[in-house]
């Protein structure tokens, strides 16, 4: 089993959708979760952090739950800019001194169409 | 905002020869990290280092080579470049190492 899971996609909505993600994560010790936006290949970028008590950011909601163990981002009034490859991000610790780990979903691929 | 910068954006050169990537940051971040991205693999971990003097392999290291004399500096260098390491090549940053890490441009390396 992969450490993040997520469905590769594509989703294709269209304009004005609302479109929502979930990704599994399997270390029950993580504490850092992230959505990343990637366009075409080009650099990852940091869309929003996953807190505890969910979040939101404009059209964008986030959320943890760590019964389950996975994220979710929801997207609302979906727009063509918001078109892209959504990746999954979370953190392995390690205990025992060291570097904690960032691991990275393989990403979710979003298509909105007018 | 060019915090971190790689160069070069774009690279083409022949199995056995040796390349250098380069990895700039401007943040004096302590964390650094070399990926390389794929079709159908995501993002993968070659190398990171925790400090200047301190590094450490990743997912898939074999074949590449990376140092850190300075904190703001960290380039990789594949020592006889494969036709399997062609792929993008990113470099990030980040000062406390579980927080979000900051990307640079990327590096397309293809290799005939």
């Known amino acids: 089993r992969k450490e993040v899971e997520q469905d590769p996609g594509p989703f294709n909505v269209p304009e004005g959708a609302t479109v929502a993600f979930n990704c599994t994560y399997s270390n029950s010790a993580s504490q850092s979760f992230f959505w990343y936006r990637q366009d075409c290949r080009k650099e990852p970028k940091l869309l929003m952090s996953?807190?505890?008590s969910g979040n939101e950011d404009g059209r964008f909601t986030a959320q943890l739950n760590r019964a389950s163990q996975y994220i979710s981002l929801l997207i609302r009034d979906s727009k063509l800019s918001d078109s892209a490859t959504y990746l999954c991000v979370v953190n392995r610790p390690f205990f025992s001194g060291g570097y904690n780990k960032l691991i990275f979903g393989a990403g979710t691929r979003l298509a909105v169409h007018p | 905002d060019a915090g971190i910068t790689q160069s070069p954006r774009y690279k083409i050169t022949e199995t056995g020869r040796q390349v250098t990537l380069m990895c700039h940051q401007t943040w004096s971040h302590s964390y650094m990290f070399w990926y390389r991205q794929d079709l159908g693999h995501g993002l993968r971990l070659i190398y990171y280092s925790a400090a200047a003097d301190i590094t450490d392999k990743g997912e898939v290291p074999d074949g590449y080579v990376v140092s850190r004399s300075k904190t703001e500096n960290f380039p990789l260098t594949l020592e006889s470049a494969t036709r399997s390491q062609t792929s993008v090549y990113f470099c990030?940053?980040?000062?406390?190492?579980?927080?979000?890490?900051?990307f640079g441009d990327g590096t397309r390396l293809s290799i005939l």
């Open positions: 990030a940053s980040t000062h406390v190492g579980d927080q979000p890490q900051h």
């Open positions: 996953v807190y505890s």
